[in-house]
């Protein structure tokens, strides 16, 4: 088992395997945001109180979260 782990994670063979799948995750990916923005701004009930403003947490909130975990990884790499 370790040998074949080594052999799949050797710097050539990794870039090769990565190199395949980057276009297929990279794919899947569009389509997983694309399809959480339609169904967050499309298909989401508006909220009694808030009414059509309370969509844009559907957008605002991921975004928040990804620019604090990169802020905090540039603060480590630092």
Avoid at 11 to 21: D, F, K, N, T, V
Wanted: with cysteine; glycine share 10%; aromatic share 14%.
């Amino acid at each position: 088992m370790w040998k074949t782990l080594h052999q799949l994670a050797a710097p050539p063979r990794l870039y090769q395997i990565c190199g395949r799948l980057v276009p297929w995750l990279a794919a899947a990916g569009i389509i997983a945001l694309a399809t959480g923005w339609v169904r967050g701004f499309g298909f989401a009930p508006a909220d009694y109180q808030q009414g059509e403003g309370y969509r844009i947490m559907y957008l605002h909130v991921p975004a928040a979260i990804w620019s604090m975990g990169i802020y905090a990884a540039m603060a480590v790499a630092a």
